[in-house]
């Protein structure tokens, strides 16, 4: 068995949680008789990774330590403790998680009110190829006041590189969030405190009423299923969405056993699939202590209740009058953020270098007749088309600008791009042209299309901008072969998006 557990799938944090789980364990089981000792004792757990040759992992509590009477029952695989309702649970952990780090491993514990302190170490490459089940136990006399216990690892087999070690900061807060919040722990990493940043909660009426009541989005889950499993929390929507920390965290008696760091739970039946609205907003807590995990506490065990949980919870998020899942997903707010600087010149970037030396021929054959009428079904949404910009008129935002140069038929056309934010522009795109040979090109991201299907950081925006460019360009160049009112396309092709093409089902 120490010699499988190197090979098992673990994650750093999970396997440290596996120690951290003990020193929780310990300090309940006994908070009466610490605090006898110490009236404002609280749990606090130390972890030091030294990352310098083979590297070394320490991890100290001041709980209760191993008592004598456990001595033997802590070191023996799969034996579980008498009390298995808490979180150590199967009799496993400790020893997977040490064996699974490193090749050498010790344990240095002084139990509550014992005037004793006991060590052992653990030379796994050694106990397994001597087949040796017996090892000598050191015991020294201790301050009975003293108490807790040290686990140090050395000769790691998986030295901690500089970002698991920020990785392991950022999924043990989150991992421990209810014991931190709660101020019954105090967890450490090489000094460092951990905290848990609790995300602030959306304020918002709702997505159908602008001026409607504010309401705070966050919303109490209760389900009961069919086999009478429990699930309680809460599911929020975020004020500011982030994909990467939006989604559910389910607990299991206090921790987190999926959903911290970047691995929520986000079942696609509620998130919905890829960059969605919702999958960067709701996010929320959920017990799930009717269930149970997998013994190295990375999971739950579902039961085959996955499903009918699944379609409960979101029954559940979708009722009237706050239906929070429609709200996460058809909420906007009123000033829109414009896609990231560097993706915006990237994308640009692209389409600069994809009219280098191509040359537009027009067909001189075209007839007027073919543009002089404005197709009637669109008649109504026609208005006039600026040649200018209007004065005055500001930008919500700050453009993003970047020129071309398009030569048609041996004239250089000067091409000016802007990405704006403006709600009082009623236009996805406006071609200005300012010149002969001069246009400017503006796409709006307020206008409900881009708000729709547009406004997610990660979403490709490069392709909305060529189908804007090609656009304006074939407006100008149908003017120049001789059309009749071009700008009608633009103008109903804005409109189509707005009425039509900007709804999501």
């Known amino acids: 068995m120490l010699g499988l557990f190197p090979h098992m799938k673990y994650q750093p944090w999970y396997a440290l949680g596996e120690l951290v789980d003990n020193a929780i364990q310990s300090h309940l089981s006994n908070i009466d008789a610490l605090r006898e000792i110490d009236p404002g004792h609280v749990l606090e757990v130390s972890i030091e990774i030294d990352r310098a040759e083979n590297g070394r992992i320490t991890v100290s509590d001041n709980a209760a330590g ?85 686990v140090e690892m050395t000769d790691l087999y998986r030295p901690v590189a500089a970002r698991t070690l920020g990785k392991i900061k950022e999924y043990l807060g989150g991992i421990y969030r209810q014991f931190l919040r709660r101020g019954d722990l105090v967890l450490t990493v090489n000094g460092e405190p951990l905290l848990y940043d609790e995300p602030p909660i959306l304020k918002a009426p709702l997505y159908n009423d602008r001026g409607g009541e504010a309401h705070r989005w966050r919303q109490d889950v209760d389900l009961v299923l069919d086999s009478g499993r429990r699930v309680h ?100 707010k009123r000033d829109p953020e414009l896609a990231g600087g560097e993706s915006v010149s990237s994308a640009l970037a692209n389409i600069v270098s994809a009219f280098t030396d191509v040359e537009f021929e027009l067909d001189p054959a075209t007839s007027d007749d073919t543009w002089s009428e404005a197709p009637a079904g669109f008649a109504h949404l026609v208005e006039p088309l600026p040649l200018a910009p209007p004065e005055g008129r500001a930008s919500a935002s700050p453009p993003v600008d970047r020129s071309i140069e398009v030569s048609v038929r041996g004239t250089t ?93």
């Open 66 to 150: 191993i008592s004598a009477a456990d001595w033997g029952r802590a070191f023996k695989v799969a034996e579980p403790p008498s009390d298995a309702s808490g979180l150590s649970q199967f009799g496993v952990g400790m020893k997977a998680a040490c064996c699974w780090f490193a090749r050498r491993w010790s344990v240095d514990t002084i139990a509550l009110g014992a005037a004793e302190a006991r060590a052992v170490t653990f030379d796994v490459p050694r106990i397994i190829e001597s087949r040796d089940e017996q090892l000598e136990v050191e015991v020294r006399y201790a301050d009975v006041r003293a108490h807790g216990t040290r």
């Open 413 to 505: 056309w000067k091409v000016d791009l802007r990405l704006v934010a403006d709600d009082k522009v009623s236009r996805w795109l406006t071609v200005f042209r300012t010149k002969d040979d001069q246009l400017t090109l503006t796409v709006n991201q307020s206008h409900p299309f881009m708000r729709a299907w547009c406004e997610l950081p990660g979403q490709e925006l490069e392709p909305v901008w060529r189908v804007a460019i090609a656009l304006g360009l074939g407006q100008e160049m149908a003017r120049m072969q001789g059309a009749h009112q071009p700008g009608l396309v633009t103008q109903n092709v804005n409109e189509v998006l707005r009425t039509v093409m900007s709804r999501k089902n």
């Open 233 to 332: 929390g809460f599911v929020g929507i975020r004020e500011t969405g982030a994909s990467k920390s939006a989604g559910l965290a389910l607990f299991y008696r206090g921790k987190v056993v999926t959903g911290s760091g970047e691995e929520f739970y986000k079942p696609v039946e509620i998130f919905g699939g890829g960059n969605t609205f919702a999958s960067q907003r709701v996010f929320g807590e959920l017990h799930m202590d009717d269930f149970s995990v997998t013994y190295t506490k990375d999971a739950l065990v579902w039961y085959d209740e996955e499903e009918e949980f699944v379609a409960a919870l979101r029954d559940a998020l979708d009722r009237e009058p706050w239906p929070l899942l429609r709200q996460a997903n058809n909420f906007r």
